[in-house]
């Protein structure tokens, strides 16, 4: 019988390149990973691993295993989720990773709900960026992840991971307040806050500028959203943020609607076969729940034709 364990470090090998990504994701000793895939070795009869340079890649029948590999350990978290649905209480931990405009907004209320309804679940959150996050979530480290996708930077679907839509959150040029709206192409000599330009909301928001006919002047980067629209309020910089943030708070900054109307995907991804988990549909629901909070008024031209977030389907 394969050893489930070896099984996922050969899986993981195969997902990270390197002996040394996986035992730092993993938190081993390179070494002890290199004799845990001997030993995987030992029980298949075959050849699972070669030398390359200084380094390893798979074989061909290690490549086969991995696919198989895949199946079983969907198998076994649809197990978990079939055993821990059989209990008449919701219980136990859920690891979730999460980005700041999420934990600002829908996750202090769906933390409440689950509270209310489930108070022997325990729910651990981490601030995290989508990428690291799904990594951790394929490496055990987390059990939900929230992420989202920005247009024209399709996330590229993992083996092993599922994902669900949660909602479609619409993008607006945010200005001081007081200013009056103007067409993004108007702000060739604002100063900007963006993400950082390595990010997927940062190159949206570069190549939204740059298609309106000009390289924007970006004087402040950062990831955190409150210090964008610090800078915004207090009159230093024009930013692109999310109406998820209107949700739970008001600003006097003038919000401008964009050309096309650009909204990002919020989704929360599992891994595969561990979506009929109690845990993870309740948590789910209270996100879907969490977001029919309605918008606090915005500035002194009062709430907005709605708040531009609705709800994906399936939750």
């Given amino acids: 019988m394969l ?14 390149g390197t002996l040394a990504a996986v035992a730092k994701a993993l938190s081993y000793s390179p070494s002890a990973i290199s004799q845990q895939l001997s030993q995987l070795e030992a029980e298949t009869g075959v050849r699972l691993l070669e030398r390359v340079g200084r380094g390893v890649r ?22 978990e989720a079939d055993l821990a649905a059989s209990l008449t209480e919701v219980g136990g931990r859920l690891r979730v990773a999460s980005f700041q405009s999420v934990l600002l907004t829908l996750v202090p209320a769906a933390l409440s709900r689950l509270a209310a309804q489930h108070p022997r679940l325990r729910v651990q959150i981490t601030q995290s960026e989508p990428g690291p996050a799904l990594a951790g979530l394929l490496a055990h480290d987390f059990d939900v992840v929230l992420g989202e996708e920005y247009p024209g930077e399709p996330v590229t679907p993992l083996p092993g991971v599922a994902e669900q839509d949660l909602a479609r959150d619409e993008l607006r040029l ?11 192409a108007d702000l060739a000599g604002a100063a900007w806050v963006f993400d950082p330009a390595s990010t997927a909301e940062g190159r949206w928001a570069r190549s939204l500028c740059r298609a309106a006919g000009f390289e924007p002047d970006v004087r402040f980067e950062s990831p955190d959203y409150l210090l964008h629209l610090h800078l915004v309020e207090t009159g230093h910089a ?19 609607e964009l050309p096309g109307r650009p909204t990002r995907r919020l989704y929360t991804a599992v891994r595969t076969g561990a979506g009929g988990h109690p845990a993870v549909r309740a948590f789910r629901d209270a996100l879907a729940a969490a977001l029919q909070i309605g918008p606090g ?8 034709d709605g708040t531009g977030v609705t709800a994906g389907g399936g939750i």
């Fill in 297 to 304: 008024d915005i500035g002194p031209e009062g709430p907005l």
């Fill in 174 to 184: 945010v200005l001081p307040p007081g200013r009056s709206p103007v067409p993004i």
């Fill in 238 to 256: 024009v930013a692109l943020l999310p109406d998820l943030l209107w949700t739970v708070r008001s600003t006097p900054a003038r919000l401008v």
């Fill in 3 to 16: 050893d489930v364990h070896r099984l996922r470090l050969l899986r993981e090998l195969h997902r990270r």
């Fill in 58 to 79: 798979l074989t061909e029948q290690a490549r086969v295993l991995v696919e198989h590999t895949d199946a079983v350990l969907a198998r076994l978290e649809e197990a």
